[in-house]
């Protein structure tokens, strides 16, 4: 299974941005989705959860300000990113809890996609 993120850049302070996460290759099940993000000389940290029955969480440090989503049918997620501030600045990187038909489960990352805030 592969992931690829898509969606990053630079925005101002207050702006907003859209990411996006396409699964593709052999997949079986995909479980839950999520976006993770790691900034410079930290740790990488949860963002946000999607599970497959629609179940969503987010870090409380994002919480009224981003949303996530899935299209099942494409396989994808997405993160919308509104009110943006200097400190969500990061790497973010999206992941697959994906169950084979033999009942291997496997977590997928995709490569990750720079978001930076600043004036």
């Known amino acids: 299974v592969l992931l690829v993120e898509s969606g990053g850049g630079l925005v101002q302070p207050g702006g907003s941005l859209r990411l996006s996460c396409a699964a593709s290759?052999?997949?079986?099940?995909?479980?839950?989705m999520a976006w993770y993000r790691q900034a410079p000389g930290k740790e990488r940290e949860l963002v946000a959860t999607a599970s497959s029955g629609g179940r969503l969480n987010y870090a409380d440090a994002v919480k009224g300000r981003f949303t996530i989503s899935r299209d099942y049918a494409k396989n994808m997620v997405y993160l919308q990113m509104n009110s943006l501030k200097p400190e969500d600045t990061a790497v973010y990187y999206c992941n697959a809890d994906h169950t084979k038909w033999t009942g291997t489960r496997t977590l997928y990352w995709g490569q990750g996609t720079q978001v930076t805030v600043s004036s």
């Open positions: 290759g052999s997949i079986f099940t995909i479980n839950a």
